[in-house]
């Protein structure tokens, strides 16, 4: 089984919905992140968690919030979706040396 | 603010080496770091530096870095075509990864 596991890994929405993205690890890392990534721009922080009371916000952070369920949950919600929202979104998992194991990514498309 | 920065594209023959640049902007990055991600995949963790290193060998796998210049590679031997993917660095900044804009492998037979 996969350390790092999203759902869903695809959905499509309209704009305004709200969307929830979920993330679920088996790891036991206290770090956990999330990133989108588009076309000729890497990856992008929006949100991180250092313990399941630590939220901080990314370079990316407006228009989303999250939420840190549990050591090993952490979910992303776009409250409102839009069309530049669009995106691949990945949750990662963090090491103390700042190894970082991704999960499979969410493909996100906003009409 | 800090920036990671590398070239979109490399194309090489099968057997070729294969060499894939980055420059970063923090000096007081402690971990340098080589990702990889295959189509339809997460990125996937290849090796990382420690900054008070210059090289790191791992099987085809070797890491230069040059702290004066800011400049990190990753070099790989005998490249495949199972090779293909985007390759990303990334410096550790504060508490966080600052990722590049990614390079993307082309293995050609």
């Known amino acids: 089984d996969a350390d790092v596991t999203q759902t869903p890994r695809n959905r499509i929405t309209k704009t305004g919905k709200r969307i929830m993205l979920e993330c679920s690890q088996t790891k036991g890392h206290d770090r956990m992140y999330w990133y989108r990534q588009d076309p000729g721009l890497g990856l992008r922080l929006i949100y991180y968690s250092f313990d399941v009371k630590d939220i901080n916000k990314g370079e990316i952070s407006d228009g989303y919030s999250v939420s840190r369920q549990a050591q090993a949950k952490f979910s992303l919600s776009l409250e409102s979706a839009i069309p530049n929202q669009t995106a691949l979104y990945f949750c990662a998992t963090e090491t103390m040396r700042g190894e970082q194991f991704f999960g499979p990514g969410t493909r996100l498309t906003v009409l | 603010g800090e920036d990671v920065e590398q070239s979109l594209f490399l194309s090489v023959r099968e057997g070729d080496s294969s060499v894939i640049n980055c420059t970063y902007t923090?000096?007081?990055?402690?971990?340098l770091y080589w990702y990889k991600q295959e189509p339809g995949a997460g990125l996937q963790l290849l090796t990382y530096?420690?900054?008070?290193?210059d090289m790191k060998q791992d099987q085809r796998l070797t890491v230069l870095l040059n702290k004066k210049d800011k400049h990190l590679s990753l070099r790989i031997a005998d490249t495949q075509t199972g090779d293909s993917a985007i390759y990303f660095c990334a410096e550790s900044y504060t508490d966080k990864l600052i990722f590049g804009t990614g390079t993307r492998l082309q293995v050609f037979p």
């Open positions: 530096i420690f900054s008070n290193m």
């Open positions: 923090d000096s007081s990055s402690t971990y």
